[in-house]
């Protein structure tokens, strides 16, 4: 029997008969469309028997598919459901999720979703949880990310849908990830300092990574060692890169990489801003900015020119909010901006 969850704002609950209206209406919206799991359009009573089906089983149960209905606090609102498959006698389990999309936008998948996973942790007792996402579902794979899920492979054209055949992105969290997770850091930390990377702490530096969705507007830190190694010629000469890594109270935390002023090169270009998944959401990409700048003002250059991609997850809010301000050029399909001292 799986008892009522509460969370800050919502209600994870067994299914009952009158979910079904709610659910029907899910299953048919033109938004879920691309990434469905099911075929559309979605009868009425496909949604009759798979909510039966489900209050018959009782609660979850080893090799078998069961869901969790989201609605808001007071129970009155349904919001989307969450899908579960217990394997190995109910110590590993897939995940999943659907929420109606007036609800978008609102943190509500990744609440709901951090509500199951400490209910499977700590009282199912699960050892895994994986969930896999289509490559193209960008703002799925950040609910599975900012739940604290770990990207572990791409199996290719391994999801069929009807007649429709894509790659899955997987994702998987153990019992150690999650503890990791929720217990690491999240608040603003007292001291940030830049330091040379070097051969003492190059590996410490290297091991930094963002979620995997970011890499579209961050490169791995394998990439940005790679092109200071081997710097672009721009104006007739290779651009000299300045790298630190970005320590927290004393913990490697982020990697910050400028292309410097030189006679052919006239003014900074920040070219690599990173910060860990697990540190961020702490202020620390603002701290590593002020201390950027302040660098850049030290040296006598009067600006600072950097580059974003565009698309959901962009970081383009966050330059701004700082005060970079869009020049109107497009390099290299992305958008160049500048923020003046």
């Given at each position: ?27 048919n919206e033109s938004l879920l469309a691309d990434y469905r799991a099911w075929m559309s359009p979605y009868a009425r009573e496909r949604a009759v028997e798979l909510i039966d089906g489900v209050i018959d089983m009782g ?199 400028l292309a410097v002023v030189t006679e052919h090169h006239h003014e900074p270009y920040l070219w690599r801003l ?68």
């Amino acid at each position: 029997m799986f008892e009522p969850l509460l969370t800050d704002r919502l209600l994870l609950r067994a299914p009952i008969a009158s979910d079904v209206d709610a659910l029907h209406e899910r299953r048919n919206e033109s938004l879920l469309a691309d990434y469905r799991a099911w075929m559309s359009p979605y009868a009425r009573e496909r949604a009759v028997e798979l909510i039966d089906g489900v209050i018959d089983m009782g609660g979850s149960q080893s090799d078998e598919w069961w869901m969790v209905t989201v609605a808001d606090r007071s129970g009155t609102e349904i919001i989307g459901d969450l899908a579960l498959h217990l394997t190995s006698e109910g110590r590993c389990v897939e995940i999943g999720y659907t929420l109606a999309s007036r609800y978008w936008g609102n943190g509500y998948a990744t609440e709901a979703l951090r509500g199951l996973i400490t209910w499977l942790f700590d009282e199912h007792g699960v050892s895994r949880v994986h969930g896999t996402v289509h490559p193209d579902n960008v703002a799925s794979a950040m609910v599975l990310e900012r739940t604290g899920f770990l990207y572990e492979g791409r199996a290719r054209l391994s999801c069929w849908v009807g007649d429709e055949n894509s790659d899955d992105l997987i994702y998987g969290m153990t019992r150690t990830d999650w503890t990791d997770w929720i217990t690491r850091p999240q608040e603003h930390p007292a001291t940030v300092e830049l330091v040379e990377v070097d051969t003492n702490n190059g590996r410490d530096v290297g091991r930094l990574i963002t979620h995997k969705s970011q890499e579209r507007f961050v490169a791995p830190m394998l990439h940005s060692f790679s092109d200071a190694l081997f710097p672009e010629v721009i104006d007739g000469a290779p651009v000299v890169p300045w790298m630190r890594g970005v320590v927290a109270d004393g913990e490697y935390v982020g990697f910050v990489m400028l292309a410097v002023v030189t006679e052919h090169h006239h003014e900074p270009y920040l070219w690599r801003l990173l910060v860990d998944r697990r540190h961020q959401r702490r202020g620390v990409g603002k701290t590593i900015l002020d201390q950027v700048v302040g660098h850049c003002r030290a040296q006598g250059w009067p600006s600072l020119v950097t580059s974003w991609g565009e698309g959901k997850g962009s970081p383009r809010l966050f330059y701004e909010r700082y005060g970079f301000e869009p020049t109107g050029e497009i390099v290299d399909d992305e958008t160049e901006a500048r923020i003046r001292f």
